[in-house]
Antibody
Framework: QVHLVQSGAEVKKPGASVTVSCKAS????????MFWVRQAPGQGLEWMAI????????TYTQKFQGRVTVTRDTSTNTVYMQLSSLRSEDTAIYYC?????????????WGQGALVTVSS | QSALTQPASVSGSPGQSITISCTGT?????????VSWYQQQPGKAPKLMIY???DRPSGVSNRFSGSKSGNTASLTISGLQAEDEADYYC???????????FGTGTRVTVL
């Protein structure tokens, strides 16, 4: 059974960094792309990044370029998303979601989400 | 790349059918058959309901169906049930520097 289990809620001050983890199980880790999607309170979904677990290559949406870094550890089947220079507008739930493909991605399993609160 | 446009809310009575639209452009919805739909219950992660415009994952009720015409995709829920009350988001692949775009979201209310 496929599971994506994310780390817990975080509270950070403006300017700090946060790392959210996503541990995958129940499938061949390197055969699915991993996406990061965030959802601000009461708002819609926003794509942030995509990781190819096979080679560790990550692509980021322009909005987060320079602030977000996605990595993976194939020994533990875990993907990490680090967001730096946090501001209040980064307060959101951060989801990892897997896709069987990059072109024409669709997200068949999601993590439970990790709430990141940025507040002074 | 702007978000795809969905109606803010759609409502229907139990047993009725409703349709949620998702309007994009010729560079996303109109260009690719890569539209997917997600259901999000309050406080939960999104759940895949439809992919590739009209394919249904195993375990998703056949009351949910998808279609596309031009730049607009649609999700139809037939035989509306109380458990269908949720937010629904469409998503499309886009010929853009931001190749993955979501819709603005639609709140479905069962009257």
């Amino acid at each position: 059974q496929v599971h994506l289990v994310q780390s817990g809620a975080e509270v950070k001050k403006p300017g700090a960094s946060v790392t959210v983890s996503c541990k995958a199980s129940g499938y061949a880790f390197t055969t699915y792309f991993m996406f990061w999607v965030r959802q601000a309170p009461g708002q819609g979904l926003e794509w942030m990044a995509i990781l190819n677990p096979r080679d560790g290559n990550a692509t980021y949406t322009q909005k987060f370029q320079g602030r977000v870094t996605v990595t993976r550890d194939t020994s533990t089947n875990t993907v990490y998303m680090q967001l730096s220079s946090l501001r209040s507008e980064d307060t959101a739930i951060y989801y990892c979601a897997r896709s069987p493909r990059r072109l024409g991605a669709y997200f068949d399993y999601w993590g439970q989400g990790a709430l990141v609160t940025v507040s002074s | 790349q702007s978000a795809l446009t969905q109606p803010a809310s759609v409502s229907g009575s139990p047993g009725q059918s409703i349709t949620i639209s998702c309007t994009g452009t010729s560079t996303d919805v109109g260009h690719y058959n890569y539209v997917s739909w997600y259901q999000q219950q309050p406080g939960k992660a999104p759940k895949l309901m439809i992919y590739y415009v009209s394919d249904r994952p195993s375990g998703v009720s056949n009351r949910f169906s998808g279609s596309k015409s031009g730049n607009t995709a649609s999700l139809t829920i037939s035989g509306l049930q109380a458990e269908d009350e949720a937010d629904y988001y469409c998503s499309s692949y886009a010929f853009s520097s931001t190749p993955y775009v979501f819709g603005t979201g639609t709140r479905v209310t069962v009257l």
